[in-house]
């Protein structure tokens, strides 16, 4: 059978690291958005306080399937 995707984009964080930031994203996404197949990381960035990493930020477009 064919598939039609529509894609959207979210952005995840975590003070821990960019797979937390990619794990937080989808489980908040997964939440409203049903039949999600595919992510892509299109984007990372980490906020820098005193050095430091202060927490990072992951940007993925997801892909679902259309009903």
Known sequence: ???V???LEVVGTSKTSMEDA???ALGR???TVREM???EVTEMRGF???GKVSYYQVTLKIGFTLE
């Open 48 to 50: 820098i306080e005193e």
């Open 22 to 24: 990619i794990a937080n």
């Open 1 to 3: 059978m064919d598939q």
């Open 29 to 31: 996404t997964s939440k």
């Open 37 to 39: 197949r595919w992510f």
């Open 5 to 7: 995707y529509k894609k």
